[in-house]
């Protein structure tokens, strides 16, 4: 049996792992216990990493649709409809008909080629990826608060903390090795402060659980702030030295007390104040938080009051203190790192600064459009529009895990053509006229980011099934087809040419990455790479900023026709739309159906028992599903996951978006429940 060391596919931890291969085939898995981002742990998901590969689904041939029906066919042939399509619908309605969308499930290596064949060979910058959807707010709100959009800490220091302060992070079921930290900072002393609105794991041995409304984070934050201020435990020589508009920050929380906070959030004004007097006695704090910040249509101002909040408290720039977002794929980081973004180039080096424009036309060799692209989520409303006319999507679901899934339907009818490259036949492939079939992580080489930005190798373990490819082959394919070169003699050419154009990956290798991979910013060769940003409170950009949030509700409010606010997200068994985690027999067993959770109060009063079927409907359609009813939730509130393709949590949740970010308002929209 061969060992081929590896990172889970998963979640954004980055777990190291070995595959275990017999007969060309992945059998197993074990952890990895010298690698730091684990150190010997995995969560359920990662040991049963496996079964999935060889999944008799597999996607092993290239698909052309034939008159609605989809047919097996060569590479050449494929790949030849691929780029006279692309050529022909540029030709005809211009570069910036166009558009890619990069894969946070695909290496660094992938998305930097995918968005140079946007930029360099498309013409536009129209690429993007499911960051959008998911933190997206993180590097808008964190950049305008501390000039750099990422978790500012690492994850051993988790376990010094003296705080812990959670907000909308569900670290149990959605990152449990951080989880494993987080417990770890308990048995060591730390207090514990979760913001949720329901009773997770991390609420259970919280010292304190706010349970508030979903979509009424700024009050609450806003409120904790009014406190420490007004009790005058606030960070002053912190505050002095090294931020801005401290003076702007107190007018707008004075208004924001806690007995106003919680006639918007529901938590009791005295638990309010008694959450602000611990935090305010922490040091050092670690403020973790996750979607339930920042899927909201307030997501980018909802990250930078968290940011208020460690700045006011002098929490940042130090060990085990600082605002870490968890980051949500296994390269969602590299993702954004690459710039599978509309608006800069690999590393985060803006495409409308004309000096920045003219060193990747020099190096790439081509003139570049000054114009920052569109997000997925504008993509998806110019396609409807009749302007987007030609999608390349990589390694994403839209159709189940987009918002309101019916305009998304939309959008993918409306286009002249569609490439979808995939592992598996998902719900947005059924509308591509292509299907590319990519070789899943256990297939290829490469490297992930994960979330405290340690960027790491995967290896190869077996060679691709049937006919599948690496996808960065695929995007090398297109580009050689479309008249651009893409040749690479191996991988690591590509991490050298990205290493000499974004300076936070300037001292990254192949080979250096072979000890326990690199922490970025990584500027030179003798650079070791950067555990907490912000040392001694400099800032990426000089002085960190405070901003003045006000509360606003979300953007569809409860009424007596849908009375509850819907609330969405994961679990522990299950991962995004499930196309491997429901393909996996360990896990798809204990979770084999989607469901409701609601609170017994609210469910009793409906007449709705336990494990009974109800139907949940929004403004935008119902589903019918099966009751969890719980004490776990709050009153008022239901939650649903939106693994479960057959009966899609997308169908109810709105397309109202961040107007700073654009990602969707997942985490709030007015329901209604019916007992079936
Ligand atoms: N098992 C598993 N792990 C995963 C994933 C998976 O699908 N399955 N997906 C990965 C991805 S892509 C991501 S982005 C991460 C996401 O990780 P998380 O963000 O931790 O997961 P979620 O379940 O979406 O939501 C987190 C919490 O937000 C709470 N919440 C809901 N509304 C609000 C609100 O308005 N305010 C506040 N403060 N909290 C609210 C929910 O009750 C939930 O406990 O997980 C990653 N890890
Ligand atoms: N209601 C609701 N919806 C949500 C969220 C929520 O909290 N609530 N969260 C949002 C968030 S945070 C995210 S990140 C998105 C995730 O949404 P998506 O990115 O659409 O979902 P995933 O399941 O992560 O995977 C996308 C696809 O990648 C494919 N894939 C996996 N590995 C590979 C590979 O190596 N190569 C290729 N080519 N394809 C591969 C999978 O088969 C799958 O079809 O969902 C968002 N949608
Ligand atoms: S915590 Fe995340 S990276 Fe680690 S094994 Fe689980 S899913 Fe994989
Ligand atoms: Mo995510």
């Known amino acids: 049996m061969k060992l081929v060391l590896t990172a889970c596919p998963y979640c954004g931890t980055g777990c190291n792992l070995y595959l275990k291969v017999a007969d060309k085939r992945v059998v197993g898995v074990i952890p990895s216990v010298s690698r730091s981002a684990n150190r010997g742990h995995l969560c359920v998901k990662g040991w049963n990493a496996w079964e999935f590969i060889h999944h008799s689904d597999r996607l092993k041939s290239p698909l052309i649709k034939i008159r609605g029906k989809f047919k097996e066919a060569g590479w050449d042939d494929a790949l030849d409809i691929v780029a006279r399509n692309f050529k022909k619908i540029k030709k005809k309605y211009g570069p910036d008909s166009l558009g890619i969308w990069g894969s946070a499930r695909c290496t660094n290596e992938m998305n930097y080629l995918a968005q140079k064949l946007a930029r360099a060979v498309f013409g536009t910058n129209n690429v993007d990826h499911c960051a959008r959807t998911c933190h997206s707010p993180t590097v808008a709100g964190l950049v305008r608060s501390f ?23 569900n670290a149990p079921e ?8 987080i417990r770890t900072a308990k048995d060591n002393g730390a207090k514990i402060i979760v913001a949720d609105p329901r009773k997770t794991k991390l609420a259970e041995i919280a ?48 208004k924001y007390t806690p007995e106003y906070a919680e006639s918007i959030t529901g938590v009791p004004a005295g638990l309010i104040k008694e959450a602000a007097f611990l935090y305010a006695g922490l040091k050092p704090l670690s403020n973790i938080y996750t979607l339930g910040i920042t899927e909201h249509t307030t997501g980018t101002e909802n990250v930078m009051s968290v940011a208020n909040l460690a700045i006011l408290t002098g929490n940042v720039g130090k060990r085990s203190s600082g605002v870490n977002p968890l980051r949500g794929q296994n390269n969602v980081q590299g993702a954004c ?23 990747f036309e ?84 490469g490297t992930f980011t994960n979330s405290e930005r340690r960027i790491q190798r995967i290896r190869k373990a077996i060679g691709p099934l049937g006919k599948a490819r690496p996808d960065w082959k695929i995007v090398c394919d297109i580009s050689n087809r479309l008249g651009y070169a893409m040749k690479y003699k191996n991988i690591s050419e590509i991490m050298d040419e990205v290493a000499s154009l974004a300076p936070i990956y300037g001292g990254v290798s192949f080979e250096r990455l072979e000890e326990d991979g690199l922490q970025w910013p990584c500027p030179d060769k003798e650079h070791p790479g950067t555990k907490y940003l912000h040392e001694n409170g400099k800032f990426t950009c000089g002085l960190a900023k405070f901003h003045a949030i006000k509360h606003r509700p979300p953007a569809e409010e409860c009424d007596s026709e849908y009375p509850f606010i819907l609330t969405t997200g994961r679990m522990l068994f299950h991962y995004n739309v499930g196309t491997m985690t429901r393909r996996t027999p360990a896990l798809n067993r204990e979770y084999p159906d989607n469901f409701v959770q609601i609170n017994f109060n609210d469910a009793a009063r ?59 308002e997942y985490k709030a929209c007015a329901a209604r429940v019916e007992k079936c």
Not at 385 to 413: F, Q, T, W
Not at 635 to 656: C, Q, R, S, Y
């Open 174 to 181: 959605a990152h449990p090795i951080i989880w494993w930290r």
């Open 147 to 169: 000039g750099s959009g990422a978790m500012t800490n690492s994850y051993d220091e988790i376990p010094q903390a003296a705080g812990i302060f959670a907000i909308g992070s």
């Open 606 to 664: 409906l007449g709705i028992t336990n494990n009974a079927a109800c139907r949940v409907a929004t403004r935008r359609g119902g589903l019918k599903v099966r009751a969890d009813v719980t004490d776990k939730i709050k009153e008022g509130v239901i939650w649903m996951p939106f693994h479960f393709t057959e009966a899609p949590a997308n169908l109810l949740t709105k397309d109202a978006f961040c107007p700073i970010a654009r990602t969707g």
């Open 362 to 445: 020099a190096a790439w060799g081509v003139p570049l459009s000054p114009n920052p692209g569109l997000t997925v989520t504008d993509m998806i409303i110019q396609a409807s529009a009749g302007k987007i006319k030609a999608l390349y999507i990589i390694g994403e679901d839209p159709m189940r895990s987009d918002p309101n899934i019916n305009h998304v339907k939309k959008a993918l009818e409306n286009l002249e053509f569609l490439v979808v490259q995939e592992i598996f036949m998902n719900k947005t492939a059924e509308f591509a006229d292509v299907i590319l079939p990519g070789a899943s992580f256990a297939e290829k080489d």
């Open 207 to 254: 010292d304190i659980h706010l349970q508030h409304y979903p979509g009424t984070d700024i009050a609450l934050l806003n409120a904790l702030m009014h406190v420490i201020v007004k009790a005058d435990l606030h960070d002053k020589s912190f505050i002095a030295r090294c931020s801005l508009d401290f003076e702007k920050l107190t007018r707008v929380i004075e």
């Open 337 to 359: 790192d690459m710039a599978a973004l509309p608006d800069v180039y690999p590393g985060y080096q803006r495409v409308d600064n004309d000096e920045i424009r003219r060193k």
